[in-house]
């Protein structure tokens, strides 16, 4: 069998601040059950991205969330075209999220890097190899 990626989980501070930046970034999230800190959404792609606020810190004894402002792994999501990465740059700045990198054309594609709630490098891009419909 060959490996695949089946989930994305993060690990945040705040669960509701977390579902309010992935739906502005356009992702349809269910409304987390109370007393059950999770959300999970699955993409066409076939890869869930869950977001808790008691897994690592549940199960992991040695862990601490990440400090210092860097960032190890940066999430990509595939929004369309150059406009639309424009558009939703300017959504997330006028909301009060911090931006990283502005629109730019990379030496790859067309995309911007946010922080998500908790600090995590989103990449939003029209890189056409990211859609779900690349093979």
Known sequence: MELQLSMVVLEVADLDASVRFYRRLGLDLADPDPGRPVVAHRMGSGVTLLITTGFASRYDPTWTPPAGGGYSQMLEFY?????????????????????????????????????????????ITSDEAASPDAS
């Open 79 to 123: 929004v369309g075209d150059d406009a639309v990465v424009d558009s939703t740059w300017a959504d997330l700045m006028d909301a009060g999220y911090r931006g990283r990198m502005p629109p730019t054309q990379t030496v790859g594609p067309y995309a911007a890097i946010v922080d998500d709630p908790d600090g995590n490098a989103i990449l």
